[in-house]
């Protein structure tokens, strides 16, 4: 009986152990008619500081609310294992820690509105996978970092209005569709409500997206605020966002050399990608059965919005063959092209002697040549993508040539370690003899065995279409015709096992068809200008001269112009003077200077009158 006593008292303290509710909260049981029931709990005490720690342990659902809680400190909640909503909402949080949210594996709810964070650890959420509701509304938020887009992948409601938000990084639309790549199905339960507004959203080419998705009219992602307006920049200040139209920017457009490639065993293989797009796209090379490829040879942006990227795979085998895809990637958007590699080999199989009567057919061994031919297994799903139009075969395709007993035979007498081991280092390459349609490469070679070759690979600078031609490595020149002329051309000479450098590639241009009737031209322009310098020359004489005269004849026709003035003047009579003597004659300049002046002058009254006689009048 005692022992029964004893059990029941153990019983009835786990009970209150497990019921026991904290002094600031409210613990609330919603029992069910099958026994069962949720246990949800409320602190709302403006005097709270911390995080309560002795919350009951089933709890279902716990909201602290309008405290003074500042903090949420690592594994305060770890002991609620059965907790699915968790509400920490208009209080005075400022930071939460990574591993605040640890071991809440069952939370479905998570709702942190109207508190003061400026930095929210997205890596937290790791430890919630069946996170479907995320509330960040009406805090401080300045920024959503890319790598947060892999752990809001399950989230179903995310809100994160009334924050100070400028942009969204485009790893975060990529998550939804359509710029998954999943296909919506218009089931209801597939949607995403999104929270955007109340932000300053800054509308450039980081959120095309957010501005393509809002002028969709069916999604499978739903805007919470479907009147989203910019606030930057200048010139889209208050445009919604179903208006606003961005200058610069532009998805990405990828073109391959070649849609496929047949390649001969050892041999080897550039494929070359280009991609347009604003702002410039990022190239990555993947293979569609393995990791990213990177042997990239050569990786170049000649200009805004143009890369283009080339890799090289040196000494093919059957396992290079395969498809390998060029994916390009910008704020706007992806898009990707795809080239299938197909390796061809022979294998030589060699049939056992026959005895014969002569000794030539007794060292005669019969080789019969097998093609064999790799192509890769087509992948269950592919993406439409733009390519080039099918290159001819020449350009597009290396095929191996036909062997025979002959080849065959040559190749069992080769020292094969020698193959293998033997290296061509090409050095000084150049380019001279350029003409109008052709141009000769020069170059020399270092440990160069037998009669390996080397490939020549040539174009019009940064243009898609290749030209190729095989030399051998020991000759040191080979000569490019058919040529445009005018132009700029890019060749590189590639060996066989080696890694192709920028040094081994040289730039040369064709001359003009036109400079001959030129240079006729400009010889006949000087004849015509020495013949005509003389006589521009003279004729400047001549004009010159003709102005010095005229400055000249002023002065003689002043002198022609006026006339010389005599003038007769009375004298003074005296007692022997005769009548004929009456009449003296006047100095010209005297006379000149009398017409210059009125008749008022003293000297025109001592013309006209005398003392000692009457007034008389000439005239």
Known sequence: MCRLLNVLVFVCCLRVLHCFCPSQCTCIYHGRSDGTGTRSVLCNDPD???????????????????????????????????????????????????????????????????????????????????????????NRLTSVPPEAAQYLRNITYLDVSSNKLTTLPSDLMDIWPPFSGVSWTGNASQKVVLGLQDNPWFCDCRISKLLELSKMTESAVVLLDQYLSCSGPENLVGVPFQLAELDQCLKPSVMTSATKITSPLGSNVLLRCDATGYP?????????????????????????????????????????????????????????????????????????????????????????????????TPSPATTATPTLPPIPTKRGQQRAPPGGPQQGREAGRRPVANVRN?????????????????????????????????????????????????VAAGS?????????????????????????????????????????????????????????????????????????????????????????????????????????????????QESERMLLFSRSSIDSQMTYKSDSSRSEYLC
């Open 280 to 376: 410039t796209p990022t190239l990555v090379w993947i293979k569609s059965d393995g990791p990213p490829v990177n042997n990239t040879v050569v990786e170049e942006t000649p200009g805004e919005g143009t890369r283009w990227s080339i890799i090289s795979l040196n000494g093919v085998l059957y396992k290079d063959a395969g498809e390998y895809r060029c994916k390009a990637k910008n704020v706007a958007g992806t898009a990707e092209a795809s080239i299938t590699l197909s390796v061809v080999g022979v294998v030589t199989t060699t049939m056992p002697q026959q005895k014969s009567a002569t000794p030539a057919a007794t060292d005669a061994a019969l080789t019969t040549s097998i093609p064999v031919v790799t192509t890769p």
């Open 476 to 588: 040191g020149k080979v000569v490019l015709t058919g040529l445009r002329a005018k132009m700029k051309y890019m060749a590189c000479l590639i060996a066989k096992g080696g890694q192709p450098r920028k040094d081994q590639c040289v730039t040369f241009y064709t001359t003009d068809g036109e400079e001959r009737p030129n240079l006729v031209l400009l010889i006949i322009s000087g004849l015509a200008c020495t013949l005509a310098l003389p006589l521009i020359f003279l004729l400047l004489y001549k004009i010159t001269c003709l102005f010095c005269s005229k400055n000249n004849s002023p002065a003689n026709h002043d002198q022609d112009t006026y006339v010389k003035f005599e003038t007769l003047s009375l004298k003074q009579r005296t007692m022997g003077n005769q009548g004929n003597d009456l009449w003296t004659r006047r100095q010209t």
């Open 48 to 138: 709270m500081s911390d995080i309560p720690t002795n919350v009951p342990v089933d709890t279902v659902k716990l909201r602290v609310e309008k405290t003074a809680i500042r903090k949420i400190p690592t594994e305060a909640f770890y002991y609620l294992v059965d907790l699915r909503y968790l509400w920490v909402t208009y209080n005075s949080v400022t930071t939460v820690d990574s591993g605040s949210f640890y071991n809440l594996k069952g939370l479905h709810e998570l709702r942190l509105d109207g508190n003061l964070l400026s930095l929210f650890p997205w890596e937290s959420l790791r430890e919630t996978p069946s996170l479907r509701t995320l509330d960040l509304h009406n």
């Open 422 to 470: 033997a290296t061509v280092v090409v050095r000084g390459i150049r380019a001279t003899e350029e003409t109008v349609d052709s141009a000769a490469l020069l170059w020399t070679t270092e440990e160069a065995w037998g009669d390996m070759q080397l490939t020549v690979v040539y174009s019009p600078y940064e243009e898609k279409d290749k030209q190729t031609m095989t």
